[in-house]
Nanobody, 125 residues
Protein backbone atom coordinates (compact mmCIF):
# COMPACT_ATOMS: atom_id res chain seq x y z
CA UNK A 1 0.00 0.00 0.00
CA UNK A 2 1.40 3.39 -0.98
CA UNK A 3 0.05 6.34 0.96
CA UNK A 4 0.02 9.97 -0.15
CA UNK A 5 -0.54 12.73 2.37
CA UNK A 6 -1.40 16.24 1.25
CA UNK A 7 -3.08 19.44 2.35
CA UNK A 8 -0.48 20.97 4.63
CA UNK A 9 0.61 24.56 4.45
CA UNK A 10 1.33 27.77 6.28
CA UNK A 11 -1.63 29.16 8.20
CA UNK A 12 -2.18 31.74 10.88
CA UNK A 13 -3.17 30.75 14.37
CA UNK A 14 -6.92 30.28 14.59
CA UNK A 15 -7.18 29.03 11.02
CA UNK A 16 -8.16 25.61 9.74
CA UNK A 17 -6.73 22.96 7.46
CA UNK A 18 -7.94 19.70 6.03
CA UNK A 19 -5.29 17.08 5.40
CA UNK A 20 -5.89 14.19 3.02
CA UNK A 21 -4.42 10.72 2.81
CA UNK A 22 -5.02 8.54 -0.19
CA UNK A 23 -3.82 5.08 -1.11
CA UNK A 24 -2.66 3.55 -4.36
CA UNK A 25 -2.39 -0.11 -4.99
CA UNK A 26 -5.40 -1.17 -2.98
CA UNK A 27 -8.32 0.08 -0.96
CA UNK A 28 -8.19 0.85 2.73
CA UNK A 29 -10.80 -1.84 3.40
CA UNK A 30 -9.64 -3.99 6.29
CA UNK A 31 -7.17 -1.38 7.53
CA UNK A 32 -6.98 1.07 10.36
CA UNK A 33 -5.69 4.35 9.01
CA UNK A 34 -4.26 6.99 11.28
CA UNK A 35 -2.56 10.35 11.59
CA UNK A 36 0.58 11.06 13.53
CA UNK A 37 2.64 14.21 13.73
CA UNK A 38 6.26 14.95 14.41
CA UNK A 39 7.65 18.30 15.42
CA UNK A 40 11.37 19.07 15.09
CA UNK A 41 13.36 17.31 17.78
CA UNK A 42 10.35 15.40 19.07
CA UNK A 43 9.04 11.88 18.73
CA UNK A 44 6.21 11.00 16.41
CA UNK A 45 2.95 11.65 18.23
CA UNK A 46 -0.38 9.92 17.77
CA UNK A 47 -3.23 12.16 16.61
CA UNK A 48 -6.16 9.98 15.55
CA UNK A 49 -7.07 6.74 13.80
CA UNK A 50 -10.14 5.46 11.98
CA UNK A 51 -11.13 1.88 11.36
CA UNK A 52 -12.01 1.80 7.70
CA UNK A 53 -14.62 -0.91 8.12
CA UNK A 54 -17.26 0.68 10.31
CA UNK A 55 -15.69 4.09 10.83
CA UNK A 56 -14.83 3.82 14.52
CA UNK A 57 -12.48 6.61 15.54
CA UNK A 58 -9.93 7.04 18.32
CA UNK A 59 -8.29 10.34 19.23
CA UNK A 60 -5.44 11.50 21.38
CA UNK A 61 -7.22 12.94 24.40
CA UNK A 62 -5.46 16.29 24.19
CA UNK A 63 -6.42 16.83 20.54
CA UNK A 64 -9.97 15.52 20.17
CA UNK A 65 -11.57 18.91 20.65
CA UNK A 66 -9.98 20.47 17.55
CA UNK A 67 -9.20 17.47 15.34
CA UNK A 68 -11.67 15.37 13.35
CA UNK A 69 -10.78 12.28 11.36
CA UNK A 70 -13.13 11.10 8.63
CA UNK A 71 -13.08 8.93 5.55
CA UNK A 72 -14.66 8.88 2.11
CA UNK A 73 -15.05 5.29 1.05
CA UNK A 74 -15.89 6.21 -2.54
CA UNK A 75 -12.63 8.13 -2.89
CA UNK A 76 -10.57 5.76 -0.75
CA UNK A 77 -9.33 8.81 1.11
CA UNK A 78 -8.98 9.70 4.75
CA UNK A 79 -9.11 13.26 6.08
CA UNK A 80 -7.99 15.17 9.13
CA UNK A 81 -9.80 18.40 9.80
CA UNK A 82 -7.88 20.69 12.14
CA UNK A 83 -9.65 23.73 13.52
CA UNK A 84 -8.43 26.64 15.59
CA UNK A 85 -4.81 25.88 14.74
CA UNK A 86 -2.18 26.81 17.28
CA UNK A 87 1.58 27.32 16.81
CA UNK A 88 2.20 24.14 18.80
CA UNK A 89 0.43 22.20 16.02
CA UNK A 90 3.40 22.93 13.75
CA UNK A 91 4.76 19.57 12.62
CA UNK A 92 5.02 17.14 9.76
CA UNK A 93 1.80 15.16 9.65
CA UNK A 94 2.04 11.55 8.55
CA UNK A 95 -0.64 9.07 7.68
CA UNK A 96 -0.12 5.41 8.42
CA UNK A 97 -2.02 2.21 7.80
CA UNK A 98 -2.11 -1.08 9.62
CA UNK A 99 -3.99 -4.29 8.95
CA UNK A 100 -2.96 -6.27 11.98
CA UNK A 101 -2.59 -3.98 14.97
CA UNK A 102 -4.84 -4.56 17.93
CA UNK A 103 -6.88 -1.75 19.43
CA UNK A 104 -4.57 -1.04 22.34
CA UNK A 105 -1.57 -0.52 20.07
CA UNK A 106 -3.10 1.87 17.56
CA UNK A 107 -1.42 4.86 19.18
CA UNK A 108 2.06 3.42 18.72
CA UNK A 109 3.89 4.44 15.50
CA UNK A 110 5.81 1.17 15.21
CA UNK A 111 2.49 -0.68 14.95
CA UNK A 112 1.88 0.68 11.45
CA UNK A 113 3.13 -1.20 8.39
CA UNK A 114 2.71 1.58 5.85
CA UNK A 115 3.45 5.31 5.92
CA UNK A 116 2.98 8.25 3.64
CA UNK A 117 5.66 10.83 3.00
CA UNK A 118 4.23 13.45 5.36
CA UNK A 119 2.84 16.91 4.82
CA UNK A 120 4.17 20.00 6.59
CA UNK A 121 1.83 22.11 8.71
CA UNK A 122 3.21 25.41 9.92
CA UNK A 123 1.16 27.68 12.14
CA UNK A 124 2.26 31.27 12.62
CA UNK A 125 1.32 33.29 15.66
Amino acid sequence: VQLQASGGGLVQAGGSLRLSCGASGRTFRGYKVGWFRQAPGKEREFVAVIKWDGGTTIYADSLKRRFTITRDITKNTMYLQINNLEPKDTAVYYCGATARTIHSMLGVPSSYEYWGQGTQVTVSS
